[in-house]
């Protein structure tokens, strides 16, 4: 091995300049880590505190499509039949297999009743909306920074900083979003995010006949959500995507994708 | 600093050159980026704070169920023992937001054509068993539901009339007729479908006089004080409704 030539002066010189140069990003993170972490909305409303979740009880719903059209009125949805923030779908599945799966107007209008010609096997009605993913797509394909996780868990869209560019609307796994023909920005549901931060349930639930949507906050321990989970075998969908939606199905069908 | 200098000296003159337009370009960024970037953007995370405030400060349009209680204590305690318990009053009446700030400015409307009930209680075989349906073609058309269900307290529904539901006149008639205990099907052979979609599946009418003959030949094994008639020369050219009319035929 060769004998390191150097002088004391110039190793010390050299090694302040690496031991500086190396500490710089760390400090830099340090300072990063030091922002305002705990956020409390006006109102007194702690997003940290909860963790909000949907339970949907698919032997519940009769298909009225009241929680589509109730969405729409609180969340100024186009009332064009493209443009949803959640819908009702309905499966039919026939002997031998087949699966029709429709939802005219989103549900809104109710279902026409069909006479097909094959004999059906079952049949049933799938209310669906943003999943609310702990691990969203959306969030990560967004540009921008204008679709975010809050920390009650909560998918928003801002929708004054969006820019239209529809990548979220194309990663969602669950057909979720859509581009409000007017702004050009993506929407969805955000479980009525006006709504809670007052105390109040999202409109589809004021409005279930049925019961068949439940929601609450999966931190309390005597939510309706809680209730739902602890009294339920439930499902996601796509759970192997590993996007971990925060919107629980009892009685799903293999059937629904 | 002697170091330092030498090292100045050892980067080629096109580095340093090159280190200009580098410089400029970071310079660039760093100006366009704080015009560009919302001061708020990044507090809290990846995205601009006052995106919140934007959300939350959208208009509540359902002011929830607890809220007409107070005005409407009448029908809360109707509605309240009634089937229709769990139904929220925004489930029909719509948004009441605007309705609970200014009562008298904003009315509520009720849904009372017939389109609205059939929503969740028009017969699907998509809905759970159980939950209470009908079949509107059958189900008294053109009759407003809330002429015979009060809304607030809708009655145990029973299972529609078979074809009487629709065809009341005939039946009434047949009933003071001889033919009473004839049911329709003896002679109306109908497809089920004619329930759903009566004017695609019509029933048939009898086309053969042996029909009528099964009852009313001169052997048939009926009961004695059935007219009798010799099917081989009463009218065998026609079929019997041609002349009689089997809801109420003639006594003699």
Redesign the interface.
């Known amino acids: 091995m060769d004998k390191i030539n150097i002088e004391r002066r110039?190793f010390l010189?050299k090694l302040i300049f690496s031991l500086l140069s190396l500490s710089c990003p760390g400090l830099l993170i340090s300072k990063e880590k030091n922002?305002?972490?705990t956020?409390v909305?006006?109102g007194g409303y702690v997003p940290k505190a909860h963790s909000w979740g949907m339970g949907i009880k698919i032997?519940?719903?009769?298909?009225?499509?009241?929680c589509a059209s109730?969405c729409k009125?609180?969340?100024n949805v186009p009332q064009l039949p493209f443009f949803f923030r959640t819908w009702v779908e309905?499966?039919?599945v026939f002997e031998g297999g087949e699966v029709i799966v429709d939802s005219p107007n989103g549900g809104v209008?109710?279902?026409n009743?069909n006479?097909h010609e094959k004999k059906?096997l079952r049949?049933?009605?799938v209310p669906k909306l943003c999943n609310q993913c702990a691990n969203p797509p959306c969030v990560q394909v967004c540009p921008t920074?204008?679709?975010?996780?809050?920390d009650d868990g909560v998918i928003?869209v801002?929708?004054?900083?969006c820019i239209g560019c529809e990548y979220c609307i194309q990663a969602c796994p669950y057909g979720a979003r859509f581009l409000h023909p007017k702004t050009r920005t993506a929407e969805k549901c955000?479980f009525c995010?006006?709504?809670l931060?007052?105390g109040?349930?999202p409109?589809c639930v004021?409005?279930?006949?049925?019961?068949t949507r439940v929601f609450g906050d999966r931190k309390g321990r005597a939510s309706p959500l809680v209730r739902f989970m602890r009294m339920h075998k439930i499902r996601v969908l796509k759970p192997y995507l590993n996007t971990e939606p925060t919107v629980f199905y009892a009685g799903l069908d293999m059937e629904v994708k | 600093m002697n170091r330092i200098k030498g090292i100045r000296e050892k980067i080629p003159d096109q580095v340093k050159r090159l280190l200009i337009p580098v410089v400029l370009v970071i310079a660039a960024f760093v100006v366009m980026r704080h015009f560009l970037v919302p001061s708020d953007f990044g507090k809290y995370g990846h995205y601009r704070a006052s995106a919140i405030d934007d959300v939350i400060s959208l208009e509540i349009k359902y002011s929830g169920h607890m809220v007409c209680d107070d005005c409407h204590d009448d029908i809360v305690e109707v509605k309240k023992m009634s089937y229709h318990r769990d139904v929220a009053c925004e489930a029909c009446h719509g948004p009441a937001a605007a309705h609970t700030e200014d009562p008298d400015g904003n009315k509520l409307q009720a849904p009372r054509e017939r389109g609205y009930c059939p929503l969740c209680h028009e017969y699907l075989p998509s809905r759970p068993t159980g939950f209470p349906q009908i079949v509107s073609e059958s189900h008294n058309p053109r009759k407003a539901c809330i002429s015979c269900h009060d809304a607030h307290d809708p009655k145990t529904p029973e299972a529609p009339k078979e074809c009487k539901a629709c065809h009341a006149e005939i039946a009434r008639t047949k009933a003071l007729s001889h033919h009473i205990y004839v049911s329709c099907i003896r002679c109306h052979e109908t497809p089920e479908e004619h329930k759903v979609r009566p004017r695609d599946y019509r029933p048939e009418k009898p086309i053969r006089r042996e029909l009528c003959g099964e009852c009313h030949a001169k052997n048939a094994p009926a009961a004695k004080a059935i007219p009798r008639v010799d099917m081989a020369t009463h009218g065998e050219r026609y079929v019997c409704w041609q002349c009689h009319y089997p809801h109420l035929p003639e006594v003699d």
Not at chain 1, 59 to 66: A, E, K
Not at chain 1, 158 to 161: N, R, V, W
């Open positions: 110039e010189e922002k305002e972490k956020l909305y006006e032997n519940r719903c009769i298909g009225c499509g009241r109730a009125k609180e969340n309905r499966y039919i209008d109710g279902f009743r006479i059906m049949s049933f009605f920074g204008a679709t975010f996780k809050t928003l801002d929708s004054k900083y955000n995010y006006h709504r931060v007052k109040m349930i409109a004021e409005v279930c006949p049925t019961q």
